[in-house]
């Protein structure tokens, strides 16, 4: 790794890290070779924050942008405002390849148009949409039950019921999400109340190792009664401390961190009413969020995938825009 003004402490680990990864041919397991997954985490983050210790040493200042391959890892960002002299941190929705051709576009605008300042959006819903077309056959031939709302308010009151009661949602809104998370648009949704809700809803729905974590999606204006030092993560990019764990066990890590997405209501108003209309219920605004997918596959990107899934794994109910549908 490169850092500016030199490093002891990465020269150092290469002869540590030769060693460890002889070990990699012993394991039988993901679990076996859980220590030394966590030891390179451990590597990884002292020399993420050396590196970024050193760069503020030479620039100063208190606001950094984080992009990249290493943007992607969570656990390593949420110790970046702890561990070094910055105030406030950005990773964007997209850090890695994928969003180059976020850069890409805005470069070719700034080139035929050098006199102005491209406006850029934190908008991450930028993908496809469900087809009217698709959607109105689903309730037409579909077979299965189905109940229309007029208003959001109507769909959240109606939606919110069902984590609430154990149930697993599929949740599908708008454009699809730009970036390797699901942010409310491509979720399935659960109560993270319950301390099996992990175990059931791998074994159930993602059909994946049971120790994979699951994201806690939380109201912006409550984050900070929930998470130790509370950091504005709309992007599902950096995991924080719960200081209150006990108030949503299906959500919290091993080490008693979780995923965080800030949820507001200028990003992303209906998912933001399910919350309200949620935490109305149970006093609680969080609600558990994982990508609308199986082990494997992508996450959902027609009518075609959403139905799929649907049909085939322990989800309860589909949401698709303001209609919901069970199965027979």
């Known amino acids: 790794m490169f ?8 020269r150092d680990y290469d002869r540590r890290l030769d060693h460890l990864i002889a070990l990699l041919s012993t394991f039988r397991s993901p679990e076996d070779a859980a220590d030394l997954a966590h030891t390179g985490q451990l590597i990884y983050e002292e020399l993420l924050c050396e590196f970024l ?9 208190e606001n950094l942008i984080f992009g990249g391959g290493y943007a992607l890892n969570s656990s390593g960002n949420g110790k970046i405002l702890s561990q070094t ?12 390849d994928d969003g180059n051709a976020i850069g890409a576009a805005i470069l070719a605008w700034k080139l035929d148009h050098p006199r102005e300042t491209p406006r850029v959006t934190g908008d991450p819903y930028l993908g496809s949409a469900i087809e009217e077309e698709s959607l109105e056959r689903l309730k037409t031939y579909g077979g299965l039950r189905h109940e229309a709302f007029l208003s ?17 949602s599929g949740w599908v809104q708008g454009r699809a999400e730009f970036g390797p998370r699901a942010l409310g648009n491509r979720s399935i949704l659960a109560d993270p109340r319950d301390p099996e809700v992990r ?5 159930q729905v993602k059909f994946r190792e049971e120790f994979r974590p699951l994201a806690p999606s939380v109201l912006h204006r409550r984050g900070a009664e929930y998470f130790s030092g509370y950091q504005f993560s709309p ?20 080490d008693e961190t979780g995923r965080v997405q800030s949820v507001t209501q200028e990003l992303n108003p209906v998912f933001s009413g399910l919350l309200t209309e949620f935490e109305r219920l149970t006093g609680l605004p969080m609600l558990l969020n994982t990508g609308y997918n199986v082990v494997g596959r ?25 209609d919901l549908f069970r199965k027979s």
């Not at 210790?53 to 200042?61: A, I, N, T, Y």
Request: aromatic share 6%; charged share 20%.
């Open 3 to 10: 850092i500016v003004g030199g490093s002891q402490k990465s």
């Open 53 to 61: 210790q050193s760069v503020h040493d030479r620039f100063g200042g």
């Open 85 to 96: 002299p910055y105030a406030r941190l950005h990773v964007p929705m997209a850090p890695g």
């Open 152 to 168: 959001e308010q109507d769909l959240a009151q109606a939606t919110a019921r069902e984590p609430a009661e154990g149930k697993f």
């Open 199 to 203: 175990h059931r809803l791998n074994a």
């Open 235 to 254: 992007y599902m990019e950096r995991t924080l401390p719960f200081s209150r764990p006990e108030a949503a066990p299906g959500v919290v890590h091993q």
């Open 298 to 322: 992508p996450i959902m990107h027609d009518m075609h995938d959403a139905v799929a899934v649907f049909l085939t794994t322990g989800l309860d109910v589909l949401v698709i825009g303001k």
